[in-house]
């Protein structure tokens, strides 16, 4: 009997794992199984940590980061693409340079900075190198309010803020801007969203009351890839991720004793 073959839109993560299997290239992987994409991974950095925090990391060698995308560019057909934890500045160069060398499609980028748990997952250093020569090859770029505040030198407080700080991430030359609401206080989330036509947009949802929301991000940029990489226009990937997330946040699932991971099967 001969195999059947079916196919599947590929797309790679760009980051760092996660041992605890609740956030980075664990988390991705998950999603992108769940939305049905065939998903690669390029490793930036390795962290030993579990759903109570990050214990340690250490970043990978620029020889086997350069040698893991050339392995993908010789072999894969990259639909999209995304990155998270790069480590710090030097890190941040090997990815965009690599970026800039293959064609891996558009590029959602997740600006991850700090763990739920207070580790920092990028060195302070490395922000003028995202915004300069990350930021402008982004399809789209999702951080969440302190995130934003740190990529534009804003404090963020009103729904006007959140709309100014898109315009600001804007002219690094991010295309598509989302901005997200989770870290906020309000009894609703409420991630603002701006799009390279000028549209622009609010996904509101009712804040669920957990703290196992590990790996929220890491979730929300890779449905999105998925949901790109399938074809989707980036209204639509930005509204199925959300969708996403919020469902795999809403049917927890008990790991560990911290902030536990989401429920990618949701
Ligand atoms: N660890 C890695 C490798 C990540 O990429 C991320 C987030 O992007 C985290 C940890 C942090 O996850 P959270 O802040 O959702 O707990």
């Not at 057909?77 to 995304?82: E, L, R, V």
């Not at 930021?135 to 302190?146: E, G, S, W």
Request: proline content about 4%; some cysteine; overall charge negative.
């Amino acid at each position: 009997m001969s195999a059947q073959l079916n196919s599947f839109p590929q797309t790679l993560t760009i980051a760092g794992t996660d041992s605890g299997g609740g956030a980075g290239v664990m988390a991705d992987l998950k999603t992108m199984q769940e939305r049905h994409v065939f998903s690669t991974a390029v490793i930036v950095a390795v962290t030993a940590q579990n759903t109570l925090g990050v214990q340690d990391f250490s970043a990978l060698s620029k020889k086997l980061i350069d040698e893991q995308f050339a392995s993908l560019a010789d072999d894969m057909a990259i639909k999209a693409c995304k990155t998270g934890m790069l480590a710090d500045a030097e890190h941040v160069e090997i990815v965009v340079d690599n970026l800039k060398k293959y064609d891996f499609g558009p590029l959602i980028v997740d600006p991850v900075m700090i763990a739920k748990g207070g580790a920092p997952l990028l060195a302070d250093s490395a922000i003028d190198v995202v915004k300069r020569d990350l930021l402008p090859l982004a399809t789209v770029v999702t951080p969440n309010l302190p995130e934003a505040e740190r990529l534009t030198d804003m404090t963020i407080k009103t729904p006007a803020d959140m709309q100014a700080a898109a315009k600001k991430l804007r002219a690094t030359g991010a295309k598509n801007i989302m901005i997200k609401g989770g870290h906020g206080n309000t009894e609703k989330v409420t991630d603002y969203v701006l799009l390279e036509d000028g549209k622009e947009f609010w996904l509101s949802a009712p804040r669920v009351d957990t703290i196992r929301t590990h790996g929220t991000g890491d979730t929300l940029s890779s449905a999105m890839t998925a949901e790109i990489a399938k074809g989707q226009d980036i209204e639509s990937a930005i509204r199925l991720a959300k969708d996403f997330v919020e469902a795999a946040i809403r049917n927890t699932i008990q790991v560990g004793h911290g902030h536990g991971p989401l429920n990618h099967w949701a």
